[in-house]
């Protein structure tokens, strides 16, 4: 998105949003991330929360107004997942379980990982092994975005999202 001025806060855009755009006219949306391109000032990222039904519709239009320019509308969704632990729903810093190896899915922290220096280490996805998927599907890292479990939970907060 583009924003013309640099003074333009979460307040701004929520008020040039609802003024250009009939669909938010009477809708309740939070505006919960506006971010300034590092190397552009003029371009940003906006970041809505809203119901499900007028999430449909701007998805569907494309593009939403924002003063007079024209921003891209896209779908995303944000998993959290532990860094500690693998597992979703909360952070590493926030995190009361034991440490388990994102490369290997040992009981160990990742940094602190033997294997992941060998050369011929075969990851093993510790939240697919959980899900009890067969052997040939759990060859990544937890962290690898492309994963089934992975792909399962940001499907699921997909569709719970409002």
Do not use: W
Not at 126 to 137: Q, Y
């Amino acid at each position: 998105a583009v924003v013309s001025t640099q003074s333009t806060g979460i307040q701004e855009v929520d008020r040039l949003l609802r003024e250009r755009n009939d669909e938010l006219q009477n809708v309740h949306f939070d505006v919960v991330a506006f971010k300034r391109n590092y190397h552009n000032s003029q371009l940003c990222t906006i970041g809505l929360r809203l119901p499900a039904e007028v999430k449909r519709l701007l998805i569907k239009q494309g593009v939403v107004y924002v003063s007079n320019t024209i921003c891209k509308v896209v779908d995303r969704v944000h998993v959290i997942q532990c860094f500690n632990c693998q597992e979703f729903y909360h952070m590493q810093k926030d995190c009361s379980k034991k440490a388990v190896c994102r490369h290997c899915s040992m009981d160990h922290s990742s940094r602190d990982c033997k294997e992941v220096s060998k050369t011929n280490l075969i990851p093993i996805c510790v939240n697919c092994k959980k899900s009890g998927l067969n052997s040939g599907l759990l060859k990544h890292t937890a962290s690898d975005y492309q994963y089934p479990s992975y792909k399962t939970v940001m499907q699921t907060m997909a569709s719970n999202s409002v």
